[in-house]
């Protein structure tokens, strides 16, 4: 029930085109929805986050959507860059446990 | 900046050996979590410190793995009798909780390789 399912393992984008990436979860207690984004050789970082009481965050390139009745979230990146190559994490955190849970990452491949 | 910092950035040591890899959070985070990222793999939870309360050790695969943080500070994550599946990247990542936001801050990773 800890677990938090991400897929697709890989993905390749044709540059300009939208990569999309899903996260779903069974913990019901988990209100708390970061994306983070690792490039190689360096350690994850936090890309954007979402809370459960808003469907949908945005910033710039990168949209988070929250469909809180299905237990699922994604990741949209929209005209995707060869800069946006890198692997991508989502997670989950429940007030109580403060551990963050992980995805199995996905790495993504812009061509250009 | 000081983000969080770790050493070493590399290791190479032979099988039955034990290693020491330092982390240095950022100054004035309460919570440090120790991650091991094997070659392509997701991120796997180790230890959890939060402030001053017994640390959180259910990732631990085997009881050659330990960890300490002094003084609230710096942490050491000791791997006795190494053994090559030890083999991995080990990250640290510090937070501060924040109106129940969480951002984790990850250093740079100590690239482990047993020999």
């Known amino acids: 029930q800890q677990q938090v399912k991400q897929s697709p393992q890989s993905l390749i984008v044709q540059k300009g085109g939208i990569s999309i990436i899903n996260c779903a979860y069974e913990?019901?207690?988990?209100?708390?929805f970061p994306w983070y984004q690792q490039f190689p050789g360096k350690g994850p970082a936090l890309l954007i986050a979402?809370?459960?009481?808003?469907s949908e965050k945005k910033e710039g390139r990168f949209t988070i959507s929250f469909n809180k009745s299905a237990k699922q979230f994604s990741l949209h990146i929209m005209d995707s860059q060869p800069g946006d190559s890198a692997t991508y994490f989502c997670a989950a955190q429940s007030g109580g446990a403060q551990k963050l849970v992980f995805g199995q990452g996905t790495r993504l491949t812009i061509n250009p | 900046g000081a983000g969080v910092s770790q050493s070493p950035s590399n290791k190479v040591t032979e099988k039955g050996k034990d290693v020491e890899l330092r982390c240095d959070p950022i100054s004035g985070h309460t919570a440090l979590y120790w991650y091991r990222q094997s070659l392509g793999q997701g991120l796997e939870f180790l230890i959890y410190?939060?402030?001053?309360?017994?640390?959180?050790k259910s990732g631990l695969p085997s009881d050659r793995f330990s960890a300490e943080r002094t003084g609230g500070s710096v942490s050491t994550l000791t791997i006795q009798r190494t053994q090559q599946e030890d083999s991995a990247v080990y990250l640290c990542?510090?937070?501060?909780?924040?109106?129940?936001?969480?951002?984790?801050?990850f250093g740079p990773g100590t690239r482990l390789l047993v020999l």
């Open positions: 979402i809370r459960p009481d808003v």
């Open positions: 410190f939060q402030g001053n309360s017994a640390p959180d």
């Open positions: 990542a510090s937070s501060l909780r924040i109106q129940g936001k969480e951002t984790q801050y």
């Open positions: 913990n019901t207690a988990f209100d708390y």
